[in-house]
C-alpha cells in the first residue's frame, strides 16, 4: 500500500507515526535515497533499473592494472563532489530519532558518511565509507582527502575534468588515456590501495552483517528509508525480519524488491516526511 505523508497538522494520525509509536524499537535500513538530497545521485530509476553505466567489479580491480588506473582517475574527478555533500533534512530527521529513542539500531547501504556528520552516533556501514582507504596488502587505513591530494599532484593532466557524478564518487569519465594515470601507492608497505567499500562481486564483512542481524533480532519491526533493496546486503534483512514475523514499513519513491512483504510505503521524498514525522514525535512528548 502506497501512503502520501500527511502535513505536519495531521501527522498525528498518519500510518508512518502509528507504526512508529506502536514499535518503538526500529530497526533502521537506509540507502541510496536518502542522500539524494544532499546532491548524491542514486543509482537506480525509480522502478529499481540501475542507471548510467555498472560499477567496477573487485574481480576487475584486483585484477587488471589498467581498471585500477581509470577507477583512481574516475575516483579522482568524482570526489569532490562527496567530499562536498553534507546533511540534508532527511540525515537530521534521522538523528532526532535516534535522540528519540525510536530504533533499534541504524544500519546503511551508503558509504558518504551522512548519517554520521548528522549526528548519529552508532551506524553500521554495510558496505564502508568512501572517506577512507585502505591497504591490500599491510592493511594500513588513510583519509580518502589525504589520497585526493596526491592523485591531483600525480596527474595534473587529469585535474578540471568534467564528469557525471555516481554515488561512489567513480564518475562517469570515459574517452581518456587511462594508461597514463599514475595510482599512488601505500606510503607504509607501497601495496596496492582500495577505497575502503564493498565493490560490487565483494562479499560485506561478517562482523557488520552479524551485528545488523543481532540488532534486527531485538528491534520489533523494521522500517526501510530510501532503498530499493534491489541489492542482496540490505534485501536479505527484508526476508531475515518477515520471517520472524516483524512488521516492514517503507519509505521510498518508487518500487522497492521488498514491496510484497510491507505493511506499506510512503512513495516520497524522505527529507519532508521524516522531519514531519521527528516534529510530531516531538510534539507528542
Not at 553505466?53 to 581498471?67: N, T, V
Not at 596488502?137 to 582527502?145: F, I, S, V
Request: charged letters at 20%; hydrophobic letters at 45%.
Amino acid at each position: 500500500m502506497n501512503t502520501p505523508f500527511p502535513s505536519a497538522s495531521s501527522a498525528l494520525s498518519s500510518p508512518l507515526l502509528e507504526f512508529v509509536e506502536r514499535y518503538p524499537q526500529l530497526f533502521v535500513l537506509t540507502g541510496a535515497g536518502i542522500s539524494t538530497e544532499s546532491g548524491i545521485p542514486c543509482y537506480r530509476d525509480k522502478e529499481g533499473q540501475r542507471t548510467g553505466r555498472a560499477p567496477i567489479l573487485l574481480k576487475d580491480f584486483l585484477g587488471s592494472e589498467f581498471a585500477r588506473r581509470r577507477y583512481w582517475a574516475r575516483s579522482m574527478i568524482g570526489w569532490p563532489m562527496l567530499a562536498g555533500a553534507a546533511p540534508n533534512a532527511a540525515h537530521l530527521a534521522v538523528a532526532r530519532l535516534e535522540r528519540l529513542g525510536v530504533f533499534e539500531r541504524l544500519v546503511t547501504q551508503n558509504v558518504d558518511g551522512l548519517h554520521t556528520s548528522a549526528g548519529n552516533t552508532d551506524v553500521i556501514e554495510l558496505h564502508g565509507n568512501i572517506g577512507r582507504v585502505r591497504c591490500m596488502t599491510c592493511g594500513d587505513e588513510t583519509p580518502r582527502a589525504a589520497l585526493q591530494q596526491r592523485l591531483i599532484a600525480d596527474n595534473p593532466g587529469f585535474v578540471g575534468l568534467a564528469a557525471l557524478p555516481v554515488a561512489d564518487g567513480d564518475a562517469q569519465l570515459e574517452g581518456y588515456d587511462f594508461n597514463a594515470v599514475q595510482v599512488p601507492p601505500c606510503t607504509r608497505c607501497g601495496g596496492m590501495l582500495k577505497p575502503d567499500v564493498v565493490f560490487f562481486g565483494e562479499g560485506v564483512p561478517r562482523t557488520r552483517v552479524d551485528a545488523a542481524a543481532a540488532a534486527l533480532d531485538q528491534a520489533d519491526a523494521m522500517l526501510v528509508l530510501g532503498s530499493s533493496l534491489m541489492v542482496y546486503s540490505g534485501f536479505r534483512f527484508c526476508e531475515w525480519a518477515a520471517r520472524a514475523g516483524k512488521p516492514i514499513a517503507a519509505v521510498n519513491l518508487g518500487h522497492t524488491r521488498a514491496d510484497a512483504l510491507l505493511q506499506f510505503k510512503v512513495e516520497a521524498q524522505c527529507g519532508p516526511v521524516l522531519s514531519g514525522l521527528a516534529d510530531a514525535l516531538e510534539g507528542n512528548r
